[in-house]
């Protein structure tokens, strides 16, 4: 409550309306089944349609991601998840966006800057290399060392269905286990020691039906920050399964099983059970 309370009233300040969580179940989208991020509910907006509630939206929105089903068992994957996520639709842009990212996680979340990494779009025959934000993030402090290039399967987010509104994005990594000295940022993915905690999504192009990319009219910021993910790391643990939003149910499972979460070969099925139940 506390981190949904502080992301709300941050973008307020900055003039933001909050609205509310959609249904899982999209209206009037034939494109997927569920609703599986915070813009989903707002395509029609992003592709230029006035929002009653304006130009700036903040939200917490309950996502379902089926596409994660099978990450599901690793400390940080759910297919049920609450994203904090904001949106300028057709307003500011880049120079406004990451240093607000970087003011909300080191002043208001007090995530330390030395163990941030950043990753930003390399570029290809679609859209450019996004030189922009990552010198958005050099000028804010975080060295060139913690700036990563990456393909479009890595930094382009979107559509959310088979069409809609995309673009290239810069992602928002932490160091979780920073007392193990430096670590090269493909490795420290792959072991689970950085984790992703916030994506902005610079979502200027639409994705047609014969799979192009077409300029939008507008825009568009679309950011995403999992609940679950940063509640863990702002509790202080390596394992989201270990935060308060889930030790209820692991707790309920060991009693029903008479099994324990301490014992390693329990660990992934149980947090497989855990996902489901929610
Ligand atoms: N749409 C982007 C995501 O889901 C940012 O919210 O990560």
Known sequence: KKLKDSYIGFFAERGHVEIPSASLVPQNDPTTLFISAGMHPLVPYLLGQSHPAGKRLVNVQKCLRTGDIDEVGDTFHHTFFEMLGNWSLGDYFKTEMIPW???????????????????????????????ESANLWLSLGIPQDRIHFLP???????????????????????????????????????????????????MEYNKNQSGGYDRLSQRNVDTGLGVERNTAILEGHQDNYLSSIWQPIISQIENISHLSYADPNNLRPMRIVADHLR
Not at 103 to 122: I, M, R, S
Not at 153 to 169: L, Q
Not at 188 to 199: A, H, S
């Open 101 to 131: 990212s970087y003011q909300l996680l080191t002043e208001v979340l007090k995530v330390n800057p030395d163990h941030l990494h950043v990753t930003c779009f390399a570029g290809d025959s679609n859209a450019p290399k996004d030189e």
């Open 152 to 202: 479009k399967k890595d930094n382009w987010w979107g559509p959310a269905g088979t069409t809609g509104p995309c673009g290239p994005d810069t992602e928002m990594f932490v160091d979780t286990k920073p007392q193990s000295g430096p670590v090269d940022f493909e490795t420290g993915c792959r072991q689970g020691r950085l984790i992703e905690i916030w994506n902005d999504v610079f």
